[in-house]
């Protein structure tokens, strides 16, 4: 089993950048893939970025592969998402997620954590 941490969700202004980490205990977290999802206010929880479990694959939402970064760190049972040039669409919740498999569908993730909540203003 996986337990999962979110930190580094703040208020940042439009342009500016965050990095959103994921502390994950368990000596298993290496045997996960892991993504990020983000849920706005009365919206649906989407997809963001994943990543296989030695983190040579990524896999991006096709709006935001170009801003957004996501990275691994076995050793430290780390996952991270670097975002850069934010826009004020981005402000919501964003989680962490780990499963068996590298997909977009978060009914496809075991475990979550409880969210960072990351604002962009204008």
């Known amino acids: 089993q996986v337990q999962l941490q979110e930190s580094g969700g703040g208020l940042v202004q439009a342009g500016g950048s965050l990095r959103l980490s994921c502390a994950a205990s368990g000596r298993t977290f290496r045997n996960y893939a892991m993504a990020w999802f983000r849920q706005a206010p009365g919206k649906e929880r989407v997809f963001v970025a994943a990543t296989n479990q030695n983190g040579g694959s990524t896999y991006y939402a096709d709006s935001l592969k170009n801003r957004f970064t996501i990275s691994r760190d076995n050793a430290k049972n780390m996952v991270y998402l670097q975002m850069n040039s934010l826009e004020p669409e981005d402000t919501a919740v964003y989680y962490c997620?780990?499963?068996?498999?590298?997909?977009?569908?978060?009914?496809?993730?075991?475990?979550w954590g409880q969210g960072t909540q990351v604002t962009v203003s204008s």
């Open positions: 997620a780990g499963g068996t498999f590298l997909t977009s569908m978060p009914v496809h993730y075991d475990y």
